[in-house]
C-alpha cells in the first residue's frame, strides 16, 4: 500500500500543474474577452471565398 | 420603401442604384464599392445589411499628425511596428468583426488587426511607413467604423485589470476540491486498518491546501472585519470572518492533538461558495462606462490660427496647451473646448449639452460662447478666453460630489441584519458554552465553536449577491444597465424622481411641428422646400424633412440673414422665411397669437411676396407613455421636472402629468445640483434622471442617477446607470421589481435561518460531525442560490415583451 505515497504525489502535481496552466491563462487575458474568439473561429473556413485569386466562387455565393 | 443594400436603412432622399444593388447615400455605396473592389463582399453574406453609413468631416483628424498626439495615442511605436488601440461604437455585429479583422487586404500597411466585440475595441498593428495614423483612421472612417478619439485617450492608460477576484476564487476552487477527496475516506470509514495508516497524511495534506484558502482567499473578509469594527459597524464579514477564524483554528487543533479530522472541506467550502457569490455579483458591461465625465465628450486637439508677419499659419495643437488669448477655428459639429469669443463667422451654438436647451442660439461675432457648445454651420474662429480646465463647465466637476463615493454611506440589507445577528449568535455561543461548562466541562469548548462555526452566515451573504446578480442581468436584457447591484437596493427606497426635461421626457430627435395659417400653393411650397433644401440651419433641416420632396425648385436668389431668416426668389415669387422679428424688420404684419401659443418657444413664420402666409410652431415631443409612467410612479413618490430651458412648455407639460408634479424651469447645472442636495437634507431618497453633461452634478449628487440614452453607445455623464430611451415606459416596472427584490431576500434570509437553527441544535447539542457540518454548509447555501435564482426569473416574467 506504500504505493498510495506516489499515487498522492503524482496526483498533487497533475493538480497543481493544471492549477499553474490556469493562472497564467488569466493572466495573459485569455478569459478578458470570451465572445470574440467563439465569433472569429467560424469565419475561417469562409476566408477562402474571398481569395483574390477566386473571384468566380465568389461571386457565385453571393447570387445564391 | 427599399432598404439600403448597406446599411438597412429606409430610402428616403435619394435611392442609388448600383451593381443592382439599392443604397440611401452615396457614402453607403461608397463603402460597398471599397469592399467589392477588394473582394470583401463576404461582409454583406454574414449579416443582412450590416454596414454603417460613413460619415467623414474635413480636415477633423488633422490633429493625429502631430508627433507629441500620435506619441500618447500609440501604445507602441518602434521601427516599422506602430500599435494602437481604438474604440469603436458601431461595432455591433459579426459582419464588424470580420471586416476589421480583414483589414489587411484593404492596405498592405495594416498588418494585423484585433476586435474586442463586448468592448468595442480594436487594436490594430501597422506600420507608419506605410499608412501614417491620420490614413489608417480615415481608412476606418470610410468603411464606417469611426473610431472615438477624445480627451480621454490622452490621459495616462491604465492597462492594469483587477483579477483578483478570479484569482481568490481559483486557488480556493482548487483547495475545495482536492480537500473533497482526502477527506472522504474519513466520513464513512472508521477504524479501518490502512485508513489508520494514511489518516495522518491526509489530514496535513489538507492543512497544507487550506493555508492559501485562509490566508490568500479569504483575506479580504478579515480586512473587510477589521475595517469594520474598527469604524464601530458589525458588517456580514465579522461573523464571516470569525467563522473562518474558528473553523481554521479548531481544524488544526483537532490534528496537532490527534482529536479528529477537522473541518477543513467545511472551510474550503464556504470561502468557495462565498467568493462564488462575489464574482457573480461583479457583472459589468464593458462597452459603457459609468465614470465619464467631459474628458470624453471634448476633442483631443483643435486648430490654431497663428499671424506671424502677416502670415497665416494653421497648427494642430493639444487642448490643454490653449492659453487665454489663442485664436481657435471651430469647423461645424465640432465642440469649443474652452469659453471664447466669436470672432469671425456665423455661429449657431447647440448648447443642449450644457443647458439643455433644445434649439441652437446665433451669436453674432464678439459674444462670448461657453465650453460645451457645439457649432452647427459654417467654420469659425473664436479667441480663448480661459485654458480648458478653467472654463465655466469643466469647473462643475470640481465640486467635491465628483470625488465622493457614493457606495460607501449606504448600509446595505446585508449589514443591516448582521448586527442582529451577529449578536445573536455570539449570545448564543456564550450561553451554551456556559451550560456545557457546568454539565460536561471537557464538552464546553467544543460547543462554543461549533456553534461559531455552523451559524457562518454563509447563506445569508449569498443571499442579496445572487438576488441582485440576478436582477442586475435581467435589467441588462432589458436595456437597463446598472453600475453595480448596490444599486437595486438603492432604488427600492427611493421616494422622490426627479427629472430633466429635454432630452430625458422630450425624445430628442422627433420635435412635432404644426402649421398654422393661409394654406400654401404649390409654387410656394415647392420654392419652400428648395430654399430650406440650402439652409444649413438646423430648424431649416427639420423642416425639410417633414416636406414633401417632390418637385421642388431651386431658388434664384437666395439670402441667409443670421440670426434672423432667409430671403428667396424664384421667377416672380419672393419668400421671407424667419423669426417674428424678421418679419417685423420687413414692414410684415403678424397676426396677433393667442397668449398661450405666443409662449411657445420656436416658430418659423413664412410671408410670400410680403403677405403673411402662416407659421409651423415646433413642439417638444414628449416620450411615449409618459403620462402613463409619471400617473404610476406619483402613487407613492414624488416627482419634480427640473429643466434647463425656459418655462414656454409649462401649461402643455402640467397638463400631461399627474397634479402635484413640481416643475423648475431655467437652472443651470449647479443649480440642479443644489435642489438635490437641498431634498436629500429634507431626508428624500432621490433619483435623478437625465441626459447630459448639464445633468452630471445633479446625477452624481443624488442617491441614483439614471441617464437616458437614445444610443447607449454614445457617451452619457458619470451616472448609476443607463436606461435605453425605448425602455422609458418601464421605468415604473424596474421600480417594482427592485423593491420585490428585496422582498426575495428578505425570505432567503429567513430560509437560511432555518438551516441555522437546524445546524445550532447539532452544534449546542455538541455532537457537531464534520460530515454534518460538510453537508448542511454547501446544502444551504445551494438552496439559497436556486430559491433566489427561480424567484427572480418569475418576477421578471412580467417585464418580458
Not at chain 2, 382 to 392: D, G, H, T, W
Amino acid at each position: 500500500m506504500n504505493i498510495i505515497y506516489l499515487l498522492l504525489a503524482i496526483s498533487v502535481i497533475v493538480a497543481i500543474i493544471f492549477f499553474i496552466a490556469f493562472i497564467v491563462s488569466v493572466k495573459k487575458g485569455q478569459y478578458d474577452d470570451v465572445y470574440t474568439p467563439s465569433v472569429r473561429m467560424l469565419f475561417d473556413d469562409e476566408l477562402v471565398k474571398t481569395d483574390p485569386e477566386n473571384k468566380q466562387p465568389l461571386n457565385k455565393v453571393k447570387s445564391n | 420603401m427599399e432598404l439600403c443594400f448597406h446599411c438597412g436603412e429606409e430610402c428616403l432622399d435619394e435611392t442609388i442604384l448600383y451593381s443592382e444593388k439599392t443604397f440611401c447615400c452615396s457614402g453607403c455605396k461608397t463603402v460597398f464599392e471599397i469592399l467589392n473592389s477588394n473582394d470583401l463582399t463576404y461582409y454583406y453574406d454574414l449579416e443582412k445589411n450590416p454596414g454603417i453609413s460613413p460619415k467623414i468631416r474635413e480636415g477633423k483628424y488633422d490633429y493625429l499628425e502631430n508627433s507629441e498626439i500620435m506619441g500618447k495615442l500609440l501604445e507602441f511605436d518602434h521601427g516599422t511596428t506602430q500599435i494602437v488601440s481604438f474604440d469603436i461604437p458601431s461595432i455591433h455585429c459579426s459582419s464588424c468583426i470580420w471586416i476589421l479583422e480583414n483589414l489587411h487586404k484593404l492596405h498592405k500597411g495594416i498588418k494585423s488587426s484585433q476586435v474586442d466585440f463586448p468592448k468595442k475595441k480594436i487594436r490594430l498593428s501597422f506600420s507608419s511607413e506605410e499608412i501614417s495614423l491620420k490614413n489608417l483612421v480615415l481608412l476606418l472612417c470610410r468603411i464606417g467604423y469611426e473610431p472615438n478619439i477624445s480627451l480621454d485617450n490622452y490621459e495616462e492608460r491604465e492597462s492594469n485589470v483587477d483579477r483578483s477576484l478570479i484569482y481568490k476564487l481559483g486557488v480556493a476552487g482548487f483547495a475545495f476540491g482536492n480537500i473533497m477527496f482526502l477527506s472522504f475516506p474519513e466520513y464513512f470509514e472508521i477504524n479501518e486498518f490502512w485508513l489508520d495508516q494514511f489518516k495522518h497524511l491526509f489530514r496535513w495534506l489538507m492543512f497544507s491546501f487550506s493555508l492559501p484558502v485562509v490566508f490568500y482567499s479569504g483575506r479580504d473578509y478579515f480586512t473587510s472585519a477589521y475595517k469594520g469594527l474598527r469604524s464601530g459597524i458589525l458588517n456580514i464579514d465579522v461573523p464571516i470572518a470569525l467563522g473562518i477564524l474558528v473553523l481554521f483554528l479548531r481544524s488544526t487543533a483537532e490534528i496537532v492533538l490527534d482529536l479528529g479530522t477537522g473541518f477543513f472541506d467545511s472551510l474550503s467550502g464556504l470561502v468557495f461558495f462565498l467568493l462564488l457569490g462575489k464574482f457573480f455579483q461583479q457583472k459589468t458591461y464593458s462597452f459603457l462606462s459609468f465614470e465619464r465625465d467631459y474628458k470624453s465628450y471634448f476633442p483631443i486637439a483643435v486648430t490654431r490660427v497663428s499671424t506671424e508677419a502677416g502670415k497665416i499659419t494653421e497648427e494642430q495643437i493639444q487642448v490643454y496647451k490653449i492659453q487665454k488669448g489663442d485664436r481657435i477655428i471651430i469647423r461645424n459639429e465640432e465642440l469649443i473646448p474652452m469659453d471664447a469669443i466669436l470672432i469671425k463667422g456665423d455661429a449657431s451654438i447647440d448648447y443642449s449639452f450644457v443647458t439643455g436647451e433644445a434649439e441652437p442660439v446665433a451669436k453674432v461675432s464678439g459674444e462670448k460662447l461657453f465650453a460645451g457648445g457645439r457649432q452647427q454651420g459654417g467654420i469659425i474662429e473664436i479667441e480663448a478666453l480661459k485654458p480648458v480646465k478653467q472654463s465655466y463647465l469643466t469647473q462643475l466637476w470640481s465640486d467635491e460630489v465628483f470625488s465622493k463615493d457614493k457606495n460607501s454611506a449606504f448600509q446595505n440589507l446585508t449589514n443591516k441584519i448582521s448586527k442582529r445577528f451577529t449578536y445573536a449568535v455570539l449570545s448564543i455561543a456564550v450561553l451554551s458554552a456556559i451550560f456545557w461548562m457546568f454539565y460536561d466541562a471537557s464538552k464546553a469548548w467544543n460547543v462554543f465553536t461549533a456553534v461559531l462555526i455552523i451559524a457562518c452566515p454563509c447563506a445569508i451573504a449569498l443571499a442579496a449577491p445572487f438576488t441582485l446578480g440576478n436582477m442586475l442581468r435581467i435589467f441588462g436584457k432589458n436595456q437597463l444597465y446598472l453600475k453595480d447591484t448596490n444599486i437595486i437596493e438603492q432604488t427600492a427606497n427611493i421616494d422622490t424622481v426627479v427629472f430633466d426635461k429635454t432630452g430625458t421626457i422630450t425624445a430628442n430627435d422627433k420635435s412635432r411641428i404644426e402649421y398654422e395659417g393661409l394654406e400654401l400653393t404649390e409654387e410656394e411650397k415647392s420654392l419652400l422646400g428648395g430654399s430650406l433644401r440650402a439652409s444649413n440651419h438646423p430648424l431649416s433641416r427639420s423642416l425639410y424633412n417633414i416636406l414633401d420632396k417632390n418637385n421642388i425648385s431651386t431658388p434664384e436668389d437666395f439670402t441667409e440673414h443670421t440670426g434672423l431668416g432667409l430671403e428667396t426668389s424664384y421667377r416672380d415669387l419672393n419668400l421671407k422665411i424667419g423669426s417674428s422679428t424678421f418679419m417685423n424688420s420687413s414692414e410684415i404684419l403678424v397676426p396677433e397669437r393667442p397668449a398661450e401659443k405666443k409662449n411657445e418657444k420656436t416658430s418659423v413664420h413664412i410671408s410670400s411676396n410680403n403677405q403673411y402666409k402662416g407659421c409651423f410652431s415646433f413642439h417638444n415631443s414628449y416620450r411615449e407613455g409618459l403620462s402613463e409612467l409619471f400617473k404610476e410612479l406619483s402613487t407613492d413618490r414624488q416627482l419634480i421636472i427640473l429643466s434647463g430651458d425656459n418655462d414656454g412648455e409649462r401649461e402643455r407639460l402640467s397638463r400631461l402629468v399627474p397634479e402635484g408634479t413640481r416643475m423648475y424651469f431655467d437652472q443651470k447645472p449647479g443649480d440642479k445640483l443644489q435642489f438635490i442636495k437641498e431634498l436629500q437634507k429634507q431626508g428624500n431618497k432621490v433619483m435623478m434622471v437625465g441626459d447630459g453633461l448639464n445633468d452630471a452634478g445633479a446625477l452624481a449628487q443624488s442617491d441614483v442617477g439614471i441617464v437616458i440614452s437614445e444610443d447607449i453607445n454614445v457617451f452619457s455623464p458619470a451616472c448609476d446607470g443607463i436606461l435605453d430611451a425605448k425602455r422609458f415606459r418601464d421605468l415604473g416596472s424596474f421600480f417594482k421589481l427592485s423593491e420585490r427584490s428585496i422582498k426575495v431576500i428578505k425570505l432567503s434570509f429567513l430560509l437560511s435561518l432555518c438551516y441555522n437553527l437546524i445546524g445550532l441544535t447539532f452544534a449546542v447539542s455538541g455532537n457537531l460531525m464534520p460530515v454534518v457540518a460538510a453537508i448542511l454548509m454547501p446544502l444551504s447555501s445551494i438552496s439559497i442560490v436556486i430559491f433566489t435564482t427561480l424567484a427572480t426569473q418569475f418576477l421578471s416574467k412580467k417585464l418580458k415583451n
